[in-house]
């Protein structure tokens, strides 16, 4: 599904327009976006939470130049799926 197909299906599900509904896209994501770039978890229930994680920094080796290195630590983003997703996606 293209984001234009899936703002034509808000559009039709929610009787808005177009603008309106992907204004309302923009507005969700960005709110989402907004409190995992804080630190904080966003739950959505039916769909899931979304968690910053700190991965830390590690070594590696590098078989081409024979040495070592650091990664650098990084921050992810960890999805865990809610019960309810998972039920209808497994048709239990």
């Known amino acids: 599904m293209t984001n234009k ?20 896209s923009s507005l969700l994501i960005g709110t989402v976006l907004e409190e995992i770039a804080d ?6 229930q039916g769909f899931g939470s979304f968690e910053p994680r700190e991965k830390a920094s ?7 130049s024979k040495t070592y290195m650091v990664v650098p630590s990084k921050t992810t983003l960890n999805y865990k799926m809610s019960a309810a997703l998972k039920a209808q996606l497994n048709k239990e």
Request: hydrophobic fraction near 30%.
């Open 5 to 24: 197909e899936f703002l034509e299906k808000i559009s039709q599900k929610t009787r808005l327009e177009a603008e309106e509904a992907k204004e309302l």
């Open 58 to 64: 590690r070594r590696i080796y590098n078989p081409t």
């Open 39 to 44: 630190g904080n978890s966003v739950t959505i």
